[in-house]
């Protein structure tokens, strides 16, 4: 679970994004996991905590995301891709080492681990194609291109406050020529599924791409709405 980029002021705010109720986050450790994905080996170091919170740990749901990329051969090279809500940069890191121009984004409090991981992973000439910073979702997202080939997020969608914020992030970011993958655990109480089936939709063409029942995670392709005069649909 990613932290979500949302505009947030003051400490009480940031806490509201990075849940540490009943001292879910009380115990903070490093943790250092290896993974094979598309061929490659990654090694991702996890900083648990109260001051990461959910940013810290590698989620299913974006492990399911890079199983997609491999099981379907998806061609990022040399494309322009965006992750959001990082956490670790898993999957932006997988990206970059499959040829993608990528930019990782998160909560600034998380980019630190962001940058640890990239440059942990990541060969001097694909650095030299990857950035990662900071994206306040519904604040600052004005000022990225919307020219992206594919914009990424893996288990960034379980705040419900923050979904009008994405939603608005996301039609900026998204071009007529972008293709959105978003994976993520179905929690129903989170309003996750009011987010997919509903929210979505409405903005955006949407489809399911990927179900696994046993962790209860979808993939969903979205792009740009098409109307019927075929023009698209930004806003």
């Not at 909560?107 to 030299?128: D, G, M, W």
């Not at 399911?208 to 979205?222: G, H, M, P, S, T």
Request: charged residues 20%; glycine residues 8%.
């Amino acid at each position: 679970m990613a932290a979500p980029r949302v505009a947030v002021d003051g400490e009480g705010a940031l806490e509201s994004v990075f849940p540490r109720e009943l001292g879910l986050f009380a115990d903070a450790f490093t943790a250092e996991t290896r993974y094979r994905l598309c061929g490659r080996e990654l090694s991702i170091v996890q900083h648990h905590g109260s001051r990461l919170g959910v940013a810290a740990p590698v989620w299913e749901a974006a492990l399911a995301l890079c199983d997609y990329f491999e099981e379907h051969k998806l061609n990022f090279w040399g494309k322009k891709v965006i992750e959001l809500g990082a956490g670790t940069g898993i999957v932006g890191i997988l990206v970059a080492l499959l040829g993608g121009n990528v930019t990782i984004t998160d909560l600034p409090v998380a980019l630190k681990q962001i940058e640890e991981n990239v440059h942990r992973n990541l060969p001097a000439e694909y650095l030299a194609r990857t950035k990662v910073c900071a994206l306040s979702w519904g604040l600052d997202h004005m000022e990225f291109p919307s020219d992206y080939d594919f914009i990424l997020g893996a288990d960034i969608v379980y705040l419900k406050d923050t979904y009008p914020s994405l939603i608005r992030t996301l039609q900026h970011l998204c071009g007529p020529q972008s293709t959105i993958y978003l994976s993520s655990k179905m929690r129903q109480e989170h309003s996750t599924v009011l987010f997919f089936e509903t929210l979505l939709p409405m903005h955006f063409t949407s489809k399911l791409a990927f179900r696994d029942e046993n962790e209860n995670i979808n993939i969903y392709k979205v792009s740009q709405r098409v109307t019927p005069d075929h023009s698209y649909v930004t806003g």
